[in-house]
């Protein structure tokens, strides 16, 4: 899932479980609240886990904090949103990483159209 008003990257812990994902220990463990600012009853994040995120052909190593998502597998917060900045169709539903060598490659062909 997306969520623009996640403050990190999450991983759902039963996800992690199934999958036998290695996670690893924060120096610190995060206190996660709520919407509302009551405490979430997952308690803290004491672990994450990294792992190859791959959306379209960017690929990256990147750190996801370890919690109950309640349902959610992943979800992917604001400091990813950011960082890759992606199309995203919320109608569709769809999101695309933006490739700036096929958007070149898409403008010179539509010159290359406009000079026939």
């Given at each position: 899932m997306v969520d623009s008003g996640a403050t990190a990257l999450?991983?759902?812990q039963l996800f992690v479980d199934q999958h036998k994902i290695s996670t690893f220990p924060l120096r610190s463990p995060i206190r996660i609240t709520n919407i509302d600012g009551s405490?979430?009853?997952?308690?803290?994040?004491?672990?994450f886990a990294r792992l190859h995120?791959?959306?379209?052909?960017q690929e990256?190593?990147?750190d996801f904090l370890v919690t109950d998502l309640g349902g959610e597998s992943v979800i992917?917060?604001?400091p990813w949103l950011k960082k890759t900045n992606p199309d995203i169709d919320w109608e569709q539903g769809?999101?695309?990483s933006r490739i700036p060598e096929l958007q070149e490659v898409e403008e010179d062909e539509d010159e290359e159209e406009e000079e026939q």
């Amino acid at each position: 899932m997306v969520d623009s008003g996640a403050t990190a990257l999450f991983l759902d812990q039963l996800f992690v479980d199934q999958h036998k994902i290695s996670t690893f220990p924060l120096r610190s463990p995060i206190r996660i609240t709520n919407i509302d600012g009551s405490p979430n009853r997952a308690g803290n994040i004491s672990h994450f886990a990294r792992l190859h995120l791959t959306v379209d052909d960017q690929e990256a190593w990147t750190d996801f904090l370890v919690t109950d998502l309640g349902g959610e597998s992943v979800i992917l917060g604001l400091p990813w949103l950011k960082k890759t900045n992606p199309d995203i169709d919320w109608e569709q539903g769809h999101l695309q990483s933006r490739i700036p060598e096929l958007q070149e490659v898409e403008e010179d062909e539509d010159e290359e159209e406009e000079e026939q």
